[in-house]
């Protein structure tokens, strides 16, 4: 599962690929490879042919062949938290996430956590079944919630039984990246998942460079093109992690 294919020393740097079609997902791929991330990321919701759940199932065992030591996320972002339109309804969402996970070489699917509960706990039960892990993740792209909305959205995450809570919230002034980095420390004493939180756009890079010292295991960073705003180059990332832990 999930834990399994962390190494124990975080933060675990995961790039996007972002193409609309497997050319241009294999092209991007050559690009990341060469940057040595710890995970890669298909945003599936950009994917012209998404509907063809053979043909995303063959792409995504095509990607995995490229860079088979790496682990594979498989996320489709809905329009509401940020994503690309896509012609799948809520149900086939769930559908191709099932498939995705019998049928291909994928290591870990995301699934936002708004969505309903009876659908998580089938994916829940479909990835396990498929000895894949699963990510529930919660992105608000207006505002950074209270520090106990935030909390209790990591806990209702470890409470569905998830790998990972992920949280991706926009900021509108320094303190909501200070709280976002504080509720990441405490989680990390009061749930037993890994979480990955970061704060978006320019006020919130800062919670993609340091992030991680707070307790964040997956820093999103970018390989050959961005998926959300504030998303820093993973050399760039990598050589601040370096610099810090010299002097801790």
């Given amino acids: 599962m999930f834990q399994s294919k962390l190494r124990k020393e975080y933060p675990y740097l995961c790039t996007p690929i972002v193409g609309t079609t497997s050319e241009e997902l294999l092209d991007e791929l050559e690009i990341v490879k060469e940057k040595g991330p710890d995970m890669i990321e298909w945003r599936v919701d950009y994917f012209q042919e998404i509907q063809d759940f053979e043909r995303v199932a063959e792409v995504a065992n095509a990607i995995k062949k490229v860079t088979p030591g790496t682990p594979l996320l498989f996320t489709i972002r809905s329009v509401a938290e940020g994503g690309n339109p896509t012609p799948l309804s809520p149900a086939e969402i769930v559908g191709l996430l099932s498939y995705i996970c019998k049928h291909s070489c994928i290591d870990i ?38 520090e106990d909305q935030l909390l209790q959205i990591l806990k209702k995450a470890e409470s569905l039984e998830a790998d990972i809570a992920k949280i991706a919230v926009m900021p509108n002034s320094y303190s909501d990246v200070i709280r976002l980095l504080d509720i990441t420390e405490q989680a990390n004493r009061l749930i037993k998942i890994p979480v990955a939180t970061m704060s978006m756009n320019g006020l919130g890079t800062v919670s993609r460079m340091i992030g991680w010292i707070f307790g964040s295991a997956i820093v999103f960073t970018v390989g050959a093109k961005s998926s959300a705003p504030g998303q820093v180059p993973i050399e760039k990332v990598r050589e601040i992690i370096k610099t810090i832990k010299e002097y801790q």
Avoid: M, Q, W
């Fill in 109 to 146: 699917i995301d699934y936002e956590i708004a969505n309903p509960e009876e659908d998580t706990l089938h994916l829940r039960k479909v990835s396990r079944e498929c000895g894949k892990s699963l990510i529930l993740s919660y992105h608000d792209f207006t505002k950074t919630p209270s």
